[in-house]
Antibody, heavy 122, light 108 residues
Framework: EVHLVESGGGLVEPGGSLRLSCVAS????????MSWVRQAPGKGLEWVGLIKSKGGGGTTHYAAPVKGRFTISRDDSKNTIFLQMNSLKTEDTAVYYC?????????????WGQGSLVTVSS | EIVLTQSPGTLSLSPGERATLSCRASQSVSSNYLAWYQQKPGLAPRLLIYGASSRATGIPDRFSGTGSGADFTLTISRLEPEDFAVYYC?????????FGQGTKLEIK
C-alpha cells in the first residue's frame, strides 16, 4: 500500500524559510516522479513543482509564483523528497501536499499525502 | 502556461441525476495529459480519471471522462450521496502542470 507522509509545516514569519519532507513507501521510489501541490485556505489546488526520477533526468520544474524561492530535492536512499521554501510570503500560506506521479506517459497524481499546513504570518 | 477554465462554478443536482462538468483549455492539451480529481472537505484530492478517459483504480463506472483538444468533460451518470464534492481538472505540458479552478457539486 502506498503511503506519503509529509512533515515540517508550521508557522513562519514573512521572509523566513521552512523545509517540508515527505517520506514515501509502498512503491519503487527511485523511479517515481514526485511533485508538490498546495491549497490556500478555502481556495483551489495550485501546482508547486515537480522532480523527475534520476533515470528521467532528475530535473526540477516549478510554478511561476515559487520559482527562484522554492527548491525540490530527493534522497532516493531514504525514499524522501523535500521542499525548501525561502523568502516566504503571506500568500504562500497553504496546505502542502506531496504527490506521486502515476507514470511518465500519463502523468496524473495517483497518490496524495495527508498534507502539511504552512502558515506565513507575523 | 495553459489555463483551464471549469464550468459551471457550482452545480446543484439531486441524487440519481446526471452531472456534466466541463473543462476548457486555453490551447490544445494532449489527451494523455488531462486528469480529473475529486476533493471532499478536509481531505486530500483523489484521482478519478487520467488520460482524459481512463478510470483510476477503484473508481466506480458511473464516472466517465471524454474529450480531446481543448474541451473535456467529466460525467457522473447517476449521482450517489457521496459524489457531492469539488471536482478539479488538471493538465500537464512541457513539465508544467495547471489545475482548473474547480466545480462544486452540491445537493439540490
Amino acid at each position: 500500500e502506498v503511503h506519503l507522509v509529509e512533515s515540517g509545516g508550521g508557522l513562519v514569519e514573512p521572509g523566513g524559510s521552512l523545509r517540508l519532507s515527505c517520506v514515501a513507501s509502498g512503491f519503487t521510489f527511485s523511479i517515481a516522479w514526485m511533485s508538490w501541490v498546495r491549497q490556500a485556505p478555502g481556495k483551489g489546488l495550485e501546482w508547486v513543482g515537480l522532480i523527475k526520477s534520476k533515470g528521467g533526468g532528475g530535473t526540477t520544474h516549478y510554478a511561476a509564483p515559487v520559482k527562484g524561492r522554492f527548491t525540490i530535492s530527493r534522497d532516493d536512499s531514504k525514499n524522501t523528497i523535500f521542499l525548501q521554501m525561502n523568502s516566504l510570503k503571506t500568500e504562500d500560506t497553504a496546505v502542502y501536499y506531496c504527490v506521486k506521479v502515476y507514470k511518465e506517459v500519463t502523468p496524473a497524481f495517483d497518490y496524495w499525502g495527508q498534507g502539511s499546513l504552512v502558515t506565513v504570518s507575523s | 502556461e495553459i489555463v483551464l477554465t471549469q464550468s459551471p462554478g457550482t452545480l446543484s443536482l439531486s441524487p440519481g441525476e446526471r452531472a456534466t462538468l466541463s473543462c476548457r483549455a486555453s490551447q490544445s492539451v494532449s489527451s494523455n495529459y488531462l486528469a480529473w480529481y475529486q476533493q471532499k472537505p478536509g481531505l486530500a484530492p483523489r484521482l478519478l480519471i487520467y488520460g482524459a478517459s481512463s478510470r483510476a483504480t477503484g473508481i466506480p463506472d458511473r464516472f466517465s471522462g471524454t474529450g480531446s483538444g481543448a474541451d473535456f468533460t467529466l460525467t457522473i451518470s447517476r449521482l450517489e450521496p457521496e459524489d457531492f464534492a469539488v471536482y478539479y481538472c488538471q493538465q500537464y505540458d512541457s513539465s508544467l502542470y495547471t489545475f482548473g479552478q474547480g466545480t462544486k457539486l452540491e445537493i439540490k
